[in-house]
T-cell receptor, first 112, second 115 residues
Framework: RKEVEQDPGPFNVPEGATVAFNCTYS??????FFWYRQDCRKEPKLLMS???SGNEDGRFTAQLNRASQYISLLIRDSKLSDSATYLC?????????????FGQGTILTVHP | EPEVTQTPSHQVTQMGQEVILRCVPI?????FYWYRQILGQKVEFLVS????????KSEIFDDQFSVERPDGSNFTLKIRSTKLEDSAMYFC?????????????FGPGTRLTVL
């Protein structure tokens, strides 16, 4: 099983749509969870951290289910500028606190 | 806003040559990292560095790789004898702390092409 697994997409949605991305991770000792965004040929940038209680940042909502080892990201009212690759990222458990493990990424294209 | 910088943006080298990729982390950060991303593939952890020594390294980070903080600002990745499969984007990152929600800030990357 891959350490962090995502549906690669691509997701093609119209402006204003709601889109959801899912992710699963294999290491039950993982401590921290994130969604990063990566534009074409650019560096990953933190979109938001993910907490068990769920958290929201504007149009973005992230959820974590530790029991199922499942992470989700919901984007509401999609904008053209949301087009990017969304990376599910896990901060390794045990003594690997600094090592980020990335999923393959889910490609999102928002069209007019 | 402080940012991580990397030079060069693109490096082309011949197989077997040594390359040094340079990074300037954010000034008050204590933890430094290198990641790589082969074209079309996921971002992969190479190494983390703290207090002038390697904290953790991946299987990719073999004897051909080394890291150094030669002065108070630079953090370098050296590949001693490059292989074709080393062609990738190399990202440097830094963070204030190690655990939990300490965000790792990534530099813009160096694209390494090995011919």
């Amino acid at each position: 099983r891959k350490e962090v697994e995502q549906d690669p997409g691509p997701f093609n949605v119209p402006e204003g749509a709601t889109v959801a991305f899912n992710c699963t991770y294999s290491n039950s000792a993982s401590q921290s969870f994130f969604w990063y965004r990566q534009d074409c040929r650019k560096e990953p940038k933190l979109l938001m951290s993910v907490y068990s209680s769920g958290n929201e940042d504007g149009r973005f909502t992230a959820q974590l289910n530790r029991a199922s080892q499942y992470i989700s990201l919901l984007i509401r009212d999609s904008k053209l500028s949301d087009s990017a690759t969304y990376l599910c990222v896990v901060n390794g458990g045990g003594t690997s606190y600094g090592k980020l493990t990335f999923g393959q990424g889910t490609i999102l294209t928002v069209h007019p | 806003e402080p940012e991580v910088t990397q030079t060069p943006s693109h490096q082309v080298t011949q197989m077997g040559q040594e390359v040094i990729l340079r990074c300037v982390p954010i000034s008050n950060h204590l933890y430094f990292y290198w990641y790589r991303q082969i074209l079309g593939q996921k971002v992969e952890f190479l190494v983390s560095f703290y207090n002038n020594e390697i904290s953790e390294k991946s299987e990719i980070f073999d004897d051909q790789f080394s890291v150094e903080r030669p002065d108070g600002s630079n953090f370098t990745l050296k590949i001693r004898s490059t292989k074709l499969e080393d062609s990738a984007m190399y990202f440097c990152a830094s963070s204030v702390g190690l655990a939990g929600d300490n965000e790792q800030f990534f530099g813009p990357g160096t694209r390494l092409t090995v011919l």
